[in-house]
């Protein structure tokens, strides 16, 4: 990833600053390229899974989630090259062997990395970043903190990136995709082995919230919309909704919408209102011995 290197020099050239505001700096700067460096993975998934299912914003957090629903591999280190020639439709190769024995042409190479250990020196290099709060009335506050216990996480991370650095290629996984056309005309895929069945996925179109709920009965794996259904107040004719948006109303909102039998207007919104359980039947008395 040749784009890490402006970050990289720049933290190089903190650290050579020597000063406790520049290894402050440094720290700060680390910290925002690791947070690059996971969010440069979710960028090139971002074909897989939508923006309204990223479950934190916390750099660790998201890298756990591509490798959970989309591909562990995600974060792993390979290399990816291509035959010389196309392969024959007549005369596909058979054997393993008969695959190795093509000339092959490196496509790129990823660099892979620990989303535990990124989060782990993430977290780490935060704790720098605060003033220290005072132990007592003489305690002097210091705004920067001490460039040799900054220096020694900045290090690891400097020396974590430069690794990075090397790589040449990044993906968005590999495996089976299977597809679902939204409402919105947008066209949806997923890794399909990931999936789970009755896991909730959102449209990766942004201006849109349309959901499913993923049923998966032998090798078939489908999408089943998620909607609300409201009949019409004068002749119970059913409409059906969008789940999210109704679902997001606050409680005082009203939604307005016409019978497309009776022409009625309906007025739909939330309220609150008391549920209360039925009683329960008294327990027959203990046996006397």
Not at 108 to 125: C, P, V
Not at 140 to 156: D, L, N, R, Y
């Amino acid at each position: 990833m040749i784009w890490l290197k402006k970050h990289t020099d720049q933290i190089q050239a903190l650290i050579d600053e020597g000063t406790p505001e520049s290894f402050t700096y440094a720290a700060l700067r680390c910290r925002l390229a690791l947070e690059a460096v996971c969010y440069h993975r979710l960028q090139v998934a971002h074909d897989y899974i939508a923006a309204k299912d990223i479950q934190g914003w916390q750099p660790g957090k998201v890298v756990k989630q591509l490798m959970r629903e989309i591909d562990p591999k995600i974060t792993a280190s390979f290399t990816l090259s291509i035959s010389n020639r196309p392969v024959e439709p007549d005369a596909p190769p058979f054997t393993r062997e008969d695959f190795e024995a093509e000339e092959y042409f490196e496509v790129g190479r990823q660099i892979g990395f620990d989303s535990e250990k990124i989060a782990k020196i993430w977290q780490s290099l935060g704790s720098f970043l605060h003033v220290r709060l005072p132990r007592d009335s003489q305690d002097p506050i210091e705004t920067f903190g001490s460039p040799s216990a900054i220096g020694k996480k900045v290090q690891e991370a400097l020396t974590l990136l430069r690794d990075l650095e090397k790589g040449t290629l990044v993906t968005g996984g590999f495996g089976e995709v299977v597809k679902v056309t939204c409402v919105c005309g947008r066209e949806n895929a997923r890794r399909a082995a990931p999936l789970e069945n009755g896991q909730i996925v959102s449209c990766i179109n942004p201006n849109c919230q349309e959901r499913w709920t993923v049923e998966i009965e032998g090798g078939s794996i489908g999408f089943v919309r998620r909607i609300l259904t409201i009949p019409c107040h004068a002749c119970q004719t059913d409409h059906e909704f969008q789940e999210m948006p109704l679902i997001s109303m606050r409680r005082h909102d009203i939604m307005n919408f016409p019978c497309s039998t009776c022409g009625e207007v309906n007025r739909t919104r939330w309220i609150l209102a008391r549920h209360s359980e039925p009683a329960r039947p008294p327990r027959p008395p203990h046996e006397q011995s």
